[in-house]
T-cell receptor, first 113, second 114 residues
Framework: DQQVKQNSPSLSVQEGRISILNCDYTNSMFDYFLWYKKYPAEGPTFLISISSIKDKNEDGRFTVFLNKSAKHLSLHIVPSQPGDSAVYFC????????????FGSGTQLTVLP | DSGVTQTPKHLITATGQRVTLRCSPRSGDLSVYWYQQSLDQGLQFLIQYYNGEERAKGNILERFSAQQFPDLHSELNLSSLELGDSALYFCASQPTRSNTGELFFGEGSRLTVL
């Protein structure tokens, strides 16, 4: 049972335009959501996060939106840059003593110059 | 640099063999997680240790085992290897007072089973 789903394996966007990466989840107990970025031959690195008590969090060019009723979150990158080309993983966690992350399968973003 | 160190970076071995992957967490982090990423797959949680004790188990095969030592480094042991075990294995550590679950990942160990 995949509790965190990223239904788009890949996305191509023109440089300067907006990239929108989507993520759906099924477990209503998730209360914290994170986005990780991964370049080839490197480990995933933390990008941005959002608590379930918020519906938006912004950090520079990156904004994450959370729609709890739809169990959906999205990552907006604007403007997109070629250096943003990477695999983006959505992850979620439940509060508790072992706050482990459940990851989606990732979306390969390619930003075309 | 995340501060998490994994060795070896690459490993090629044959079916039926056994390998050990090693991880040193960030200084001060007590939690170590192991994840597996197979080709075109997401990150599958294998197992978590906290201060030397197993805290949570995910989709870890019985042929795999792990431990965390008193100096907090961790080892993932993979035995009776099969072709399907070829994957990237990531170790991650978590800040002790994390309220979010944020993890810091190493660069991974790429295992190829021939």
């Amino acid at each position: 049972d995949q509790q965190v789903k990223q239904n788009s394996p890949s996305l191509s966007v023109q440089e300067g335009r907006i990239s929108i990466l989507n993520c759906d989840y099924t477990n209503s107990m998730f209360d914290y959501f994170l986005w990780y970025k991964k370049y080839p031959a490197e480990g995933p690195t933390f990008l941005i996060s959002i608590s379930s008590i918020k519906d938006k969090n912004e950090d520079g060019r990156f904004t994450v939106f959370l729609n709890k009723s739809a169990k959906h979150l999205s990552l907006h990158i604007v403007p997109s840059q070629p250096g943003d080309s990477a695999v983006y993983f959505c992850a979620a966690s439940v509060s508790g003593s072992a706050r482990q992350l459940t990851f989606g399968s990732g979306t390969q973003l390619t930003v075309l110059p | 640099d995340s501060g998490v160190t994994q060795t070896p970076k690459h490993l090629i071995t044959a079916t039926g063999q056994r390998v050990t992957l090693r991880c040193s967490p960030r200084s001060g982090d007590l939690s170590v997680y192991w994840y597996q990423q197979s080709l075109d797959q997401g990150l599958q949680f294998l197992i978590q240790y906290y201060n030397g004790e197993e805290r949570a188990k995910g989709n870890i095969l019985e042929r795999f085992s792990a431990q965390q030592f008193p100096d907090l480094h961790s080892e993932l042991n993979l035995s009776s290897l099969e072709l399907g075990d070829s994957a990237l294995y990531f170790c991650a550590s978590q800040p002790t007072r994390s309220n979010t679950g944020e993890l810091f990942f190493g660069e991974g160990s790429r295992l190829t089973v021939l």
